[in-house]
């Protein structure tokens, strides 16, 4: 069983940044493809970002390519989410995932841990 805890989230300006953290409980985290998705109130889940086991390969939604990084930590267990330029439609509860499945899976259903979500707010 693998833990996913996410940090980060908040109220920030249109224009702005906010680096996200999720946090795995998983002794062999880096073993585990980690994405982000996000859900904006009445709306499905969406893809945000992937990275695989290494970090050597990430892939990000059109919606937030050139805004968005996603980068990971082995060593502490830790995968990030760095958004800038941040939109009002960015607005969504931000959630971390993990699965021990490789490759850049971008569909909510091919993973099979999930963290709480962290909110993220953009607005003036």
């Known amino acids: 069983q693998v833990q996913l805890v996410e940090s980060g989230g908040g109220l920030v300006q249109p224009g702005g940044s906010l680096s996200l953290s999720c946090t795995a409980s998983?002794?062999?985290?880096?073993?585990?493809?980690m994405a982000w998705f996000r859900q904006a109130p009445g709306k499905e889940r969406d893809f945000v970002a992937v990275?695989?086991?290494?970090?050597?390969?990430?892939l990000n939604a059109d919606s937030v390519k050139g805004r968005f990084t996603i980068s990971r930590d082995n060593a502490k267990n830790t995968v990030y989410l760095q958004m800038n330029s941040l939109k009002p439609e960015d607005t969504a509860v931000y959630y971390c995932?993990?699965?021990?499945?490789?490759?850049?899976?971008?569909?909510?259903?091919?993973?099979?841990?999930w963290g709480r979500g962290t909110q993220v707010t953009v607005s003036s």
């Open positions: 995932a993990a699965d021990a499945s490789s490759g850049l899976r971008t569909r909510s259903y091919e993973y099979r841990y």
């Open positions: 998983a002794r062999t985290f880096s073993m585990y493809t």
């Open positions: 990275i695989t086991f290494s970090g050597a390969s990430t």
